[in-house]
């Protein structure tokens, strides 16, 4: 009778790490879209959310600006832009608490800014 032979703890490390890589870890991320549908470029947008913001130099008529964070803390969100005539303009959205996850989009309208958010279900 031959008895199978114990890994060396080397092996065994490396045989978890590979479990778990591929088990995969998981975080919390927002997908953002802020999209100009007025008929002129927006310059200077920036999107606050709790801990950073992001944001871009310009956005041309019918473009949109992707972009991926985490959220660390909570509060509130809000944009920030200038329009084509040089005028600043602030709104207020909605608030984000710490592991929130799903999407978040801004469309600027004529008509001023409109919020969709649509997160994974939790309790809070």
């Not at 009778?1 to 890589?21: C, F, G, N, Q, Y």
């Not at 005028?87 to 959205?93: A, F, L, P, V």
Request: proline share 7%; glycine share 6%.
């Amino acid at each position: 009778m031959r008895l199978a032979k114990i890994p060396a703890p080397a092996a065994v490390l490396t045989l978890a790490a590979a479990i778990l890589t591929l088990a995969g870890c998981h975080s919390a991320y927002i997908e953002a879209t802020v999209s100009n549908r007025t008929a002129l470029p927006l310059s200077l947008i920036e999107v606050d959310y709790p801990s950073a913001s992001f944001g871009t130099q310009t956005l041309a008529p019918g473009a949109d600006f992707h972009y991926r964070f985490k959220v660390l803390g909570s509060g509130p969100t809000a944009i920030l832009w200038t329009d084509a005539a040089h005028h600043d303009h602030k709104d207020t959205g909605p608030i984000l608490h710490e592991d929130d996850e799903g999407s978040l989009a801004i469309a600027i309208n004529p008509d001023g800014p409109h919020w969709l958010i649509s997160f994974a279900s939790k309790s809070r």
